[in-house]
């Protein structure tokens, strides 16, 4: 017994002493550290190609060369004229604003209404569509562009305004998470409208509709960047220039001896849009995220 004693006594004198406080004070301080300096980091590498751009889009007219140009001595917005002054960049950005938008006001009415139907209709065969249209999610957009192209080819679509916005306005996404948020709108609401005679577009666009801004902001925030920056479709479905958008027409001008500066300048022009619709949007799509992440 004396010596199971003393082993435990010494064991126990063995045992590591507890870490001083300001030790572990020290720890705490130095985590959050580590993850600014991180964040910081993040940033630095996610902003640089945008810094990139602007600064070489303000280069005067003289041979560009990396990395001195990152470092400009001299700033010239003669780019800019020539960008704007070009009679192709103006009917591109022109083309991107109508592609964007009406896409957008398409996708979210049409994505509200599958929702809303979804959500709240009872009729044959519901489950088993909306499964359908969420398989769709799993397939590879590059493995339908080829009979999407077919058909709109033999609807006389191609090289048409129509004939590239038509085909991207069922958004299998858009409709799924609209679906989700419609389904926490109170039924006892829904039953009320009815009771007092709306109709079910007076239901849909009174009732359902302003329960889901917040996912409606996300949504269309999402759409346009989608559209505005959309390349494949649009280099597809348009052979004339006049009717190319600004991202396949600034790859019309990488192939033709047009200087650097006047292409990152028409890059800028492109940006600026999707910029003021994310601020603008800014509050409804941080909230609309949150809510997604919640569900």
Do not use: C
């Not at 063995?14 to 705490?28: G, K, N, S, V, Y």
């Not at 985590?31 to 602007?54: E, G, Q």
């Not at 998470?177 to 239901?203: K, S, T, W, Y």
């Not at 001896?257 to 509050?283: G, K």
Request: net charge neutral.
């Amino acid at each position: 017994m004396a010596a199971m004693l003393t082993d435990t006594t010494d064991r126990v004198d063995q045992a590591p002493a507890p870490a001083p406080e300001h030790a572990r004070r020290l720890r705490r301080r130095s985590s959050p550290r580590a993850m600014h300096l991180l964040l910081a980091l993040a940033a630095v590498i996610t902003i640089f190609p945008f810094y990139a751009m602007v600064v070489i889009s303000v280069q005067p007219g003289k041979a560009i060369t990396i990395p001195d140009a990152l470092f400009p001595s001299e700033i010239s917005f003669a780019a800019y004229e020539q960008a704007l002054d070009s009679q192709n960049i103006p009917q591109w950005a022109l083309n991107s604003a109508i592609y964007s938008i009406v896409s957008v006001v398409l996708v979210l009415l049409f994505a509200s209404m599958a929702g809303y139907a979804f959500a709240k209709k009872r009729f044959f065969g519901r489950e088993l569509i909306f499964w359908v249209f969420i398989a769709m999610l799993m397939i590879p957009y590059h493995l339908t562009i080829i009979p999407q192209y077919i058909i709109v080819r033999e609807l006389g679509g191609l090289n048409t305004m129509w004939g590239m916005i038509v085909p991207t306005i069922a958004n299998a996404q858009a409709m799924f998470l609209m679906r989700q948020f419609i389904q926490d709108v109170p039924d006892e609401i829904i039953d009320a409208a009815r009771i007092d005679g709306a109709g079910e577009f007076r239901v849909y666009w009174s009732i359902v509709l302003p329960q889901t801004k917040p996912i409606l902001a996300t949504l269309g925030t999402f759409v346009f960047l989608w559209h505005w920056n959309d390349f494949l479709w649009p280099l597809v479905s348009q052979q004339s220039p006049g009717n190319y958008v600004l991202t396949v027409g600034l790859k019309t001008l990488q192939e033709q001896e047009v200087p650097l500066a006047t292409i990152m300048a028409a890059a800028v022009v492109t940006f600026i849009p999707a910029l003021l619709v994310f601020i603008v949007l800014q509050r409804y799509f941080v909230r609309g995220v949150m809510m997604s992440g919640i569900k």
